[in-house]
C-alpha cells in the first residue's frame, strides 16, 4: 500500500528543504512547506523512519489479536484524544481506548500488548503516580491501579448520578490532587464541581445554569484553583466559562471557539492559559493561546490547517503539540499559510515561533475515528498519533515517533510566517 504521489515539482520543494535541515537529527527545519514523500505502510512492531524529517516512529497497532488479550477492531484502534495522556506517569505503560473493546495496555516503550482490562467509566493517568488511574463513573470517584485491577473507592454517593471526568477532555490538576466532575443532582440540576483526592474532599456544587448554552464538558485546570466548561449555545456558538472552585464566575470568552480543541497548560510566567485553535476574527485558524485569569489572546501561528493541540508533555513546559491536516497541494500554493499539511509538530508557545517537526501523518480526511489527535508522553520523547495511511475509510492504526530533544544544543528560534 502506498501514500498517492503528488506532483514532481512538490517533491523537488521537499528535498531541497531537506538540504536546508538545521538539525543534524533531521527534526528541526526552517518552516518551509515540505510535500508529504511517499511511503509504505510500516509493519506492525517494526522501525521506521520518516524520509521527510528523518525521526523514528513504529506502528503500534493492526486489526485481530495482538496478544495479552489485547484484541483491536478492523476500523481503528487507537489511543482517546489529543488532550487525554496515553502513557502513565514513568512511560511504563501505555493505554489505547479506542476500538479494543475496553482498555488495551501496552508496554509504553516498546509497545508490546500486555493486558486488557473491561473498566466502565472514564480514566485518566495520574500524573504522578505511575502505578494508578484516575476514574469517575455513575455514582462514585476511585482510583484504580491497571496491572492489579485493585479499585480505591474515594467517593461514592446516592445525592448525585451520572458523574463525569469531563466527559472526554477532563484531566487532573498538574499535581494529581483535584478532578472536575460532571454531575446531575437529585433535584434534577446539572452542576459540577472540584473534589480533591488526596483530602476526599468535596467542593461546593456549582449551577451550569447560571451560564448560558448547553455544557458538553468540563476540566479543572493545571493548578487546581479554576474549572474550564465548554458551553454550546443553540445557534452552534462553542463559548467558554471560566469558574473558581467555589463557584464564581471569572471569565466568559463569549466569541465562537477562540480557541477550541486544545488543552490547558503553564505559561512561562506561571500563568494558566488555555492554547488551541480559534474559529473566530481577529485570528481565525491561527493557534493562539489564552490566558485564564483575563482572557489574553496571543497568536502563536499564522493562518493554518491545524486541527487539535495537546500539552500532555507535562515536564516539558512552554511546548504544545499540534497535529496539522490540510490538503497539501492548497497549503504548498499559499506561502502565507503555516506551511504544514498532515504534519505533527511540536510549537513553542513562548511566541517565538519556535518549531520542532516530528513526522508526516499520510492521514487522508475521513471521519472523526481516522483523525490523528498526536498527544506526547509526559516527557515529550514520544508522540502518539493515528493515521489510516492515505485511504480514506480504511483501517486506522496508531504510531508512535520518538522525539530526540537536542538538551545541550543551543536552541534555533525559527520563526514561523512573520510570527509573533
Not at 537529527?25 to 522501525?47: E, H, I, K
Not at 483526592?197 to 485546570?221: E, N
Not at 471569565?251 to 480543541?261: A, E, K
Amino acid at each position: 500500500m502506498r501514500f498517492y504521489p503528488f506532483p514532481l515539482a512538490l517533491l523537488l520543494i521537499a528535498f531541497a528543504v531537506l538540504l536546508r535541515a538545521a538539525d543534524s537529527q533531521g527534526n528541526s527545519m526552517s518552516t518551509t512547506f515540505v510535500a508529504p514523500m511517499p511511503m509504505d505502510l510500516p509493519d506492525y512492531l517494526r522501525p521506521a523512519t520518516d524520509p521527510a524529517f528523518g525521526t523514528n516512529f513504529m506502528r503500534i497497532t493492526k486489526p485481530g489479536a495482538l496478544g495479552g488479550g489485547v484484541v483491536c477492531g478492523t476500523k481503528y484502534c487507537s489511543h482517546r484524544y489529543s488532550s487525554a495522556q496515553a502513557w502513565n506517569a514513568d512511560q511504563s505503560l501505555l493505554v489505547l481506548a479506542n476500538g479494543c473493546n475496553g482498555l488495551c495496555f501496552l508496554d509504553g516503550k516498546t509497545y508490546a500488548p500486555l493486558f486488557h482490562r473491561d473498566k466502565g467509566g472514564e480514566c485518566e493517568w495520574h500524573p504522578r503516580d505511575a502505578d494508578v488511574m484516575i476514574c469517575v463513573e455513575d455514582r462514585k470517584i476511585s482510583i484504580w491501579a491497571p496491572r492489579t485491577d485493585h479499585e480505591d473507592v474515594v467517593f461514592v454517593t446516592a445525592q448525585y448520578h451520572d458523574l463525569q471526568f469531563g466527559p472526554s477532555k477532563g484531566n487532573p490538576s498538574r499535581d494529581g490532587k483535584r478532578i472536575a466532575v460532571r454531575a446531575v443532582r437529585a433535584d434534577g440540576k446539572a452542576v459540577v464541581f472540584a473534589f480533591d483526592l488526596a483530602d476526599r474532599f468535596k467542593f461546593p456544587d456549582i449551577d451550569l445554569a447560571q451560564v448560558p448554552g448547553t455544557t458538553s464538558s468540563c476540566t479543572i485546570s493545571p493548578l487546581g484553583t479554576n474549572i474550564l466548561c465548554f458551553q454550546n449555545l443553540a445557534d452552534g456558538t462553542e463559548q467558554r466559562a471560566i469558574l473558581s472552585v467555589d463557584g464564581t464566575l471569572r471569565q466568559r470568552w463569549t466569541d465562537h471557539h477562540r480557541p477550541g480543541h486544545g488543552d490547558l497548560t503553564l505559561d512561562d510566567d506561571g500563568s494558566e492559559v488555555y492554547v488551541g485553535i480559534s474559529k473566530s476574527g481577529p485570528d481565525k485558524y491561527h493557534v493562539i493561546k489564552r490566558r485564564l485569569s483575563d482572557g489574553k489572546v496571543t497568536s502563536l501561528t499564522g493562518y493554518g490547517e491545524a486541527e487539535h493541540a495537546s500539552s500532555r508533555a507535562l515536564k516539558r513546559p512552554g511546548w504544545v503539540f499540534l497535529t496539522y491536516g490540510g490538503n497539501p497541494e492548497e497549503i504548498s500554493a499559499n506561502p502565507g499559510w503555516a506551511p504544514f499539511a498532515r504534519e505533527v509538530i511540536a510549537l513553542r508557545i513562548d511566541g517565538s515561533g519556535e518549531v520542532r517537526r516530528i513526522v508526516q501523518t499520510r492521514n487522508a480526511p475521513s471521519d472523526y475515528w481516522s483523525e490523528t489527535h498526536a498527544s506526547p508522553s509526559p516527557d515529550g520523547t514520544q508522540v502518539i498519533w493515528s493515521s489510516n495511511w492515505g485511504v480514506a475509510g480504511g483501517p486506522v492504526y496508531d504510531f508512535v515517533t520518538r522525539v530526540d530533544w537536542p538538551e545541550n544544543q543551543n536552541k534555533k528560534e525559527i520563526v514561523a510566517n512573520g510570527q509573533p
